[in-house]
T-cell receptor, first 113, second 112 residues
């Protein structure tokens, strides 16, 4: 899996967009960018993933640069319940042998009123 | 509601007293796995199962056992717990062709 670099922490104002960056300069052609989050001591929660095109779902948008060396997760209208640690993971699609997911340090996001 | 259910959510036990943490999913997922999460060490995979009666070791299997007799259940067994198994445990599952893991809410285990 390609190495990712995320800022350790960031604050965001409630109601504003939260933009979470992730660098993955060694990403290979068949590796996807996944985002999960973990609200304090709860189970990690899948947010979104993409290969090269920008993606959007009900939770967030994922913007991947043209060279695929970095990406940004956008939470369009952050709420207090979005306070969590956000993990950017770059890996190939799960294969038949196992389903290991490796989380790095992540970005601790604090949404403030 | 589609979910992965773990029990117990919290447990304090003593060294050597066998315990089982249950995991059940209602999504007909083929793959299931167990992780432990410790401060500074991130999420580490203990065991995984590709389908009924098929299990394999993850990165930190020592001191743990699993079984997969039914598709929906994947219990984690600690035959003789030790204090270094004090941790937060997560069960996760997915469909064979999917790239997204669904996690349980977690089980916090303390071994005295």
């Amino acid at each position: 899996d390609a190495k990712t670099t995320q800022p350790p922490s960031m604050d965001c104002a409630e109601g504003r967009a939260a933009n979470l960056p992730c660098n993955h300069s060694t990403i290979s052609g068949n590796e996807y960018v996944y985002w999960y989050r973990q609200i304090h001591s709860q189970g990690p929660q899948y947010i979104i993933h993409g290969l090269k095109n920008n993606e959007t779902n009900e939770m967030a948008s994922l913007i991947i640069t043209e060279d695929r060396k970095s990406s940004t997760l956008i939470l369009p209208h952050a709420t207090l319940r979005d306070t969590a640690v956000y993990y950017c993971i770059v890996r190939e699609p799960f294969k038949a042998a196992g389903n290991k997911l490796t989380f790095g340090g992540g970005t601790r996001v604090l949404v403030k009123p | 509601e589609a979910q992965v259910t773990q029990n117990p959510r919290y447990l304090i036990t003593v060294t050597g007293k066998k315990l089982t943490v249950t995991c059940s999913q209602n999504m007909n997922h083929e793959y299931m796995s167990w992780y432990r999460q410790d401060p500074g060490l991130g999420l580490r995979q203990i065991y995984y199962s590709m389908n009924v009666e098929v299990t394999d070791k993850g990165d930190v299997p020592e001191g743990y056992k699993v079984s997969r007799k039914e598709k929906r259940n994947f219990p984690l067994i600690l035959e003789s717990p030790s204090p270094n198994q004090t941790s937060l445990y997560f069960c996760a599952s997915r469909h064979a062709g999917a790239n997204v893991l669904t996690f349980g809410a977690g089980s916090r285990l303390t071994v005295l």
